[in-house]
């Protein structure tokens, strides 16, 4: 076990640490078995689709899952953040995408160093400006750079074909970066509940980024890298066949939002791997209980978590504050006791794993490991 | 300056770090002159109304800040968590109040650990089985108790005056637990925006303590600690003299929340000295710039932050998922640039805080200390 676990030990924070029920909470809990089956089908799915795997470890944020993924034959990762990416680098993974802009001076420093030990590093831009801070930064070293292309969402990324066409040129002008290709994220349709809907969607926005290639590619930018897609829409992308590399998060530790969406499989090819465990400490009313989570142990930006184990049928959850939330049972029959554990599926995966310093690894409801959220926190 | 503040320069984080415009961002920022005034305010308004303080540490989660509390007068802090109360007495704070029960097997004996170093530990309990685990974990060693008592959100506390007394009497046939008194905390009238309307509710559920105080008492219970209030009350609390000791948190620091409700002064009593400073990743559509804040970087709980510094008057904020989120200048007349600071002041403080490391120590907008956000993370 690692270093992080002899300090809870330490701490006393494992108490018959083998078993689940005794974790002191809450605490974030990672099925290994159902983890490594996630990553084992999407793996499939990619390879027979003949599309190139890039997990985006924005999600975990995990050396431990990067490499579980990189053995079923990802190519590399995403990172969204620098220090994201320096973290994950100290930790070994050594081909890294970063998805978003690096502008300021320091952090562009920053990136020049990171390129120095990483040799596959790449990095989007979406500006001439930061074309030329870039160069500034990097004494000569080369850089390989994607073009962010935006889908429609005006968040990042060049807002049309000619402007995408004027990148590449300013691009192609500087001796220290690299053209690779194309980063084409349609976030706004990954979480469209139906299928059919999310398909219609994300084909109109494919179409339009065969515009951006085709007047690419007149002018000698034809993409080698077309990265892009999510959980929501990795099927639809690897049919369309325009991207050839996914950039999908969510499915290795699934998520509330993302169980509610019609992934297109027949049944759900992902299942829950993430679980936040709280537990009652306080229950004195008919058919409610107060668990120890609250707004610390779980993002709130997507509803409340499902709760998948220590409550009855048709239990709610509502949270209650900074530290705590209720699981009430409507038909007020069921009495919680206190100490009893209740399981959360958490409602996003991704904003809910920074809170914490570390997965509990349980396999069988036993305590198997304990690995760190390496880049937790590591937003700047 | 701090340990933090060696790993900071070592990870290459601080660049030309005497100027808050080049912190790395997003970046948690404290204005320290303003933090001492507010500080200064409410312990010369606690003073004035001979009612002690003790400032509730779960929202600042930093030995630092619960120091200076102390130093003004403060007869100590709270911790929601037992976590939280075991990384602030690694650093010296040795009066905490635990105001959430400890329940599991695992916590209590870290709480009985805890008690072991720090004499004047005091938790709530709110349940008459929470008295006896307690008691056997504590082998014989004393532990001051105040009964939780609910004002009607049924988070947690005893549902009813006579409920406390039948809590009271465990209390009392228990050898290990020394009763001090009671603790009642209004959370759902902390937030009412009208000081009126906030006064009547508090006025009313503080009515209803009396009546549990009165039972109490009459059975020869009457509390020494009556804990409780917030931000929010804290003038009526006062004003009412119901409640001995002040359980306010956000005072500190400030947030959004808090600054849209009138706090019965003439004008705020308290500033913003908290910030979350993001910085222009993304600047392709007229009047609008794509920030590198999301939900990673502030709670979501609370609704947007205001915008601060960086952004024409009438600007908008928009979360744009978990990295990035959107200013827009709705007369698209202000030309954002890459690289520009966008300061904000944060929705909710507490949860907030606890996504960072560290707080940036400004004055005069030069940095002039980094400060660990002691437990941030210790929700356990």
């Known amino acids: 076990m690692s270093r992080v676990h002899d300090i809870e030990l330490h701490r006393g924070l494992l108490h018959q640490a083998d078993s689940r029920r005794h974790l002191n909470t809450p605490?974030?809990?990672?099925?290994?078995?159902?983890?490594?089956?996630n990553i084992a089908r999407?793996?499939?799915?990619?390879?027979?689709?003949?599309?190139?795997?890039?997990?985006?470890?924005?999600?975990?944020?995990?050396?431990?899952?990067?490499?579980?993924?990189?053995?079923?034959?990802?190519?590399?990762?995403?990172?969204?953040?620098?220090?994201?990416?320096?973290?994950?680098?100290?930790?070994?993974?050594?081909?890294?995408?970063?998805?978003?802009?690096?502008?300021?001076?320091s952090a562009i420093q920053r990136l020049a160093s990171l390129r120095a030990r990483c040799a596959s590093l790449k990095v989007v831009v979406d500006n001439p400006t930061n074309v030329a801070t870039l160069c500034s930064a990097l004494g000569g070293e080369r850089l390989d750079v994607l073009i962010d292309v935006d889908p429609g969402i005006r968040r990042t990324g060049v807002a049309d074909a000619e402007a995408a066409l004027r990148l590449f040129k300013a691009i192609e002008g500087a001796r220290e970066l690299t053209y690779r290709g194309l980063q084409y994220y349609c976030g706004a349709q990954q979480h469209l509940p139906s299928f059919s809907e999310r398909h219609v969607a994300v084909h109109d926005r494919t179409q339009y980024l065969e515009t951006v290639i085709a007047l690419l590619s007149k002018h000698g930018a034809r993409p080698d890298i077309v990265s892009g897609g999510g959980t929501g829409s990795h099927r639809i992308d690897a049919e369309l066949g325009v991207l050839n590399e996914l950039q999908v998060g969510s499915y290795a530790l699934m998520d509330r939002q993302y169980a509610e969406c019609?992934?297109?499989?027949?049944?759900?090819?992902?299942?829950?791997?993430?679980?936040?465990?709280?537990?009652?400490?306080?229950?004195?009313?008919?058919?409610?209980?107060?668990?120890?989570?609250?707004?610390?142990?779980?993002?709130?930006?997507?509803?409340?978590?499902?709760?998948?184990?220590?409550?009855?049928?048709?239990?709610?959850?509502?949270?209650?504050?900074?530290?705590?939330?209720?699981?009430?049972?409507?038909?007020?029959?069921?009495?919680?006791?206190?100490?009893d554990l209740v399981s959360l599926a958490v409602p996003h995966c991704d904003p809910t794993v920074n809170l914490y310093d570390t997965y509990h690894v349980v396999s069988d409801e036993t305590l198997v490991d304990m690995w760190p959220v390496t880049a937790r926190g590591r937003g700047r």
Chains 1, 2 share one sequence.
């Not at 974030?28 to 490594?36: C, G, I, P, S």
């Not at 998948?308 to 009495?335: I, N, R, W, Y």
Request: proline share 6%; net charge negative; hydrophobic share 45%.
């Open 27 to 37: 605490a974030l809990v990672l099925d290994r078995d159902v983890l490594e089956r």
């Open 42 to 105: 999407m793996a499939a799915f990619a390879s027979s689709k003949s599309i190139a795997l890039r997990p985006h470890a924005k999600t975990h944020k995990s050396v431990d899952i990067a490499r579980r993924q990189l053995a079923a034959g990802a190519v590399g990762v995403c990172c969204a953040k620098l220090g994201e990416a320096e973290a994950l680098a100290e930790g070994g993974i050594d081909d890294i995408l970063l998805t978003s802009p690096v502008v300021s001076p």
């Open 262 to 339: 019609d992934l297109g499989a027949h049944g759900s090819p992902f299942e829950y791997a993430l679980f936040v465990d709280a537990r009652v400490v306080s229950a004195n009313h008919a058919g409610m209980a107060t668990l120890d989570a609250g707004f610390k142990a779980m993002s709130t930006d997507g509803g409340p978590p499902a709760i998948v184990g220590g409550a009855p049928p048709g239990a709610t959850f509502h949270f209650m504050g900074d530290e705590h939330s209720a699981v009430v049972d409507p038909s007020k029959t069921h009495a919680w006791r206190i100490g």
